[in-house]
């Protein structure tokens, strides 16, 4: 497993680190303003979502890999409702420095 502080691409780090500390403001303060989402190749609303399927579930990734610059991960994710799944994730950054567009899905 990668630790998440030593992911590549500072966004996805931030990103990163907000999902496992269940930290709602932070997870807020690493996306672009109109940031966006899709699961399962469905774009959802990120906001219903992420409470959802992250903070009220206890949403915590474990990386496995990163390629593209840190922007594509392979994480080993897990929440209160579904359990541990492999999923992959791709990360689309700003020039702000911040995600813009995340993908995830099972690998």
Known sequence: MIPTDD???PA??????AINANDVAAFRAALSPGAT????GSDRDLTQW???EIFSSHGHM?????????RSLIARYSNDTWGAMR?????????????SRFETGQA
């Open 12 to 17: 996805v780090r931030a990103l990163v680190n």
């Open 7 to 9: 992911l590549s691409d």
């Open 62 to 70: 474990d990386i496995e890999s990163e390629e593209d610059d840190g």
């Open 37 to 40: 989402m899709s699961d399962d």
């Open 87 to 99: 999923t992959r994730w791709h990360f689309t950054v700003d020039g702000g420095g911040k995600v």
């Open 50 to 52: 992420a409470d959802k």
